[in-house]
């Protein structure tokens, strides 16, 4: 029997499926790069399952090649799979921003039970709050327009609106706070980022925001304005939190 192995060629089909079987584990981690894993991993299985077929009917020596193969494969389909899930997740998260939370309190109407308390929080508009009202986000922050100051003149004697906002960390770790968190619209839908006035006291700039702490500052904004609308990130595509202010 040792005579009849020792006379077998290596089965090639279980060494190049092992090969692509490790190739494949190897950018299983990496964004994007790991859809050609995914590829690879399936024709190092392929090629595994066809090693093990092989050397089962005793036609080459490598059995054990061929089942490491597929082992490895199949472990970098699955690996494949979850960093996906985990960075479309990710993804979305960034893109679609903070949400507001159950816990802002200022927009939950006073109830009579706890369960009306939270159906009341869920149901809550957050795209029109009024100045004053403060939101919690999922992120930690809670972010509020404090003051709408309308009619003011700038240098060139242009009309700029100026909001002051506040930013406070609920959360256990920083968070950033940025000018540009922030965009107004007037009565058309337009919107705009922050403008320059000569005139700006306490201007909110760019910063982090310790655990607890708090930071208000103000921003200003070319003409009359009707929202004032937060993003959570520069990528956001829309904001479902707002203030209406007109």
Do not use: C
């Not at 479309?88 to 679609?96: F, R």
């Not at 009565?187 to 930071?215: F, I, K, P, W």
């Amino acid at each position: 029997m040792d005579h009849k192995e020792k006379g077998q060629s290596q089965s090639v089909i279980a060494i190049v499926g092992l090969v692509l079987a490790i190739i494949a584990l190897l950018v299983s981690f990496v964004p994007i790069v790991n859809n050609g894993a995914f590829v690879l991993g399936l024709v190092g299985a392929v090629f595994a399952i066809v090693g093990i077929v092989q050397t089962g009917k005793g036609k080459r020596r490598g059995r054990g090649t061929a089942v490491a193969g597929l082992i490895v494969a199949i472990l970098s389909l699955v690996i494949v799979l979850v960093t996906q899930s985990m960075y479309s997740a990710a993804i979305d998260s960034v893109t679609n921003g903070a949400q507001p939370t159950d816990a802002s309190s200022s927009l939950a109407a006073p109830a009579a039970s706890t369960d009306a308390a939270s159906s009341s929080a869920s149901s809550a508009d957050y795209s029109n709050m009024a100045p004053g009202q403060s939101v919690d986000l999922d992120n930690g922050l809670s972010v509020s327009v404090d003051k709408v100051e309308a009619g003011l003149s700038n240098y060139d004697g242009s009309k700029v609106t100026q909001v002051t906002v506040t930013y406070k960390n609920n959360g256990s770790s920083n968070a950033s706070f940025n000018a540009f968190d922030w965009k107004a619209s007037d009565a058309n839908g337009a919107q705009r980022d922050e403008t320059y006035y000569a005139s700006q006291e306490n201007a909110l700039n760019s910063g982090t925001l310790s655990a607890g702490g708090t930071v208000t500052g103000t921003i200003a904004f070319e003409g009359d304005i009707t929202k004032v609308y937060y993003y959570s990130s520069i990528v956001q595509s829309d904001s479902n939190i707002a203030w209406a202010v007109s």
